[in-house]
């Protein structure tokens, strides 16, 4: 019998930041497995801005940081500085994804296809020689000799170094259903619980009732407590049977969730009107835009994405506590760029 070689990295998910994460260590040379538990790669990827891909917003890290609020302000400033928005533009740009930039900086391939965007991801895997496993769930994922030992119901790996980039809980038919978090908890990890960090607000109001199926381009969102303003931002509002979704309802939403609020107002001005609604529900998790909670911030070691708990073990993209608002912060979020150059960076083990 012979022994078996440990794959050096081991990514699990082949979602935004699996993909992103592969091809980078690719191209360090990194010898790379990535096992997806779905039948095609970037499921989530494909469903981003309606199917467009708002890949990134084209403003400087700190702003991106600012913009973020804590705890991901101070979490990502070493990742976001590792790698810019504007790196993430030029690697798209050098692999064959033209893009374009809207007035409020927002970036998204010229094609508005996110499918080119999965594509450019996965030429590149194959350009880099990373191996991409498909239909491949991993189950477990246990200390071992060498590393680790990451078992799929049909085989099991040993592997020097393991990424979760498991996605968060939303959108379960993408594949992102929380096993990532599950695996970080057995290896030692607390979890922050979930929340929905963007989605729409729910309530019954005679003005939504009459603009039922109208899209505001451009309405505002405020949040008060005990009278005191906590947030107030503007975007598009689609006023929908159920209540208000689109960004603008989305970043109030956010707020309210990263804020843990029980009893606040929702003010909407939209058109003309101008109504406050008193504790709005929110749809449900499934349909959030991005999940707040997972992998606790103060678990991870921000200047290499390696987890405090289990060494080894590193973490990229939304199976970590991290959200950001609508405009292409969520996949611009850089951590899988920066677990990858802190794994590359370390000598490899006998
Ligand atoms: C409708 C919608 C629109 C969006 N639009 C935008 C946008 O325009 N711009 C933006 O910046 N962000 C957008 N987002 C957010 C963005 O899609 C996510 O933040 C991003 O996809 C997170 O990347 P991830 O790699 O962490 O997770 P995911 O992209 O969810 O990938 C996780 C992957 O891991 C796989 N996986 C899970 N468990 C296992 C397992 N046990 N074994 C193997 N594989 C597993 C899943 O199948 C999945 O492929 C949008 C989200 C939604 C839902």
């Known amino acids: ?53 708002n890949l990134t917003k084209d403003i400087p890290p ?27 533009q030029s690697w798209f740009q050098r692999h064959n994804v033209p893009l374009k930039k809207m007035e409020d900086r927002r970036v998204f391939p010229r094609s508005e296809q996110a499918s080119d965007v999965v594509h450019a991801l996965t030429d590149a895997l194959r350009d ?25 119901p049909h085989f099991s790996v040993p592997a020097r170094r393991v990424l979760l980039a498991t996605g968060g809980v939303s959108y379960p038919k993408t594949g992102s259903v929380g096993d990532g978090q599950k695996f970080a908890k057995a290896l030692g990890h607390s979890l922050k619980p979930y929340r929905p960090g963007l989605i729409g607000f729910v309530f019954t109001h005679p003005w939504v009732d009459a603009h039922a199926g109208t899209t505001f381009e451009e309405a505002t969102c405020r949040i008060f407590r005990n009278g005191q303003k906590l947030y107030e931002g503007q975007g598009q509002l689609d006023c929908e049977t159920w209540g208000i979704g689109g960004a603008a309802a989305y970043n109030a939403s956010r707020c309210a969730a990263r804020l843990n ?82 794994i590359a960076s370390q000598k490899p083990k006998p």
Not at 318 to 328: C, R, S
């Open 128 to 152: 880099t020689g990373t191996s991409l496993c498909l239909n491949a769930p991993v189950e477990q994922v246990v200390r071992a000799e060498h590393g680790f030992l990451v078992a799929t």
């Open 62 to 88: 700190a702003r991106m940081l600012r913009d973020m609020g804590e705890p991901m302000t101070s979490f990502l400033a070493p990742a976001l500085n590792a790698c810019p928005p504007a790196a993430v």
């Open 1 to 53: 019998m012979h022994d078996l070689k440990p794959v050096p990295l081991l990514i699990i998910g082949g979602g935004a930041s699996g993909l992103f994460a592969g091809c980078l260590a690719g191209e360090r040379g990194l010898g790379t497995l990535i096992l997806e538990r779905k039948h095609k790669p970037g499921r989530k990827l494909l469903m981003c801005g309606n199917g467009r891909c």
């Open 261 to 342: 609020l029980r009893d606040f107002e929702l003010e909407v001005a939209a058109g003309r009107d101008t109504l406050r609604i008193p504790n709005p529900q929110t749809r449900p998790l499934k349909e959030a835009i991005v999940t707040i909670g997972g992998v606790p911030l103060n678990e991870v070691d921000p200047a290499t994405m390696q987890s405090r708990k289990c060494p080894g073990l590193y973490f990229a993209g939304e199976v970590m506590d991290i959200d950001g608002p609508t405009g292409g912060y969520n996949l611009s979020a850089a951590t899988a760029a920066l677990a990858v150059a802190s």
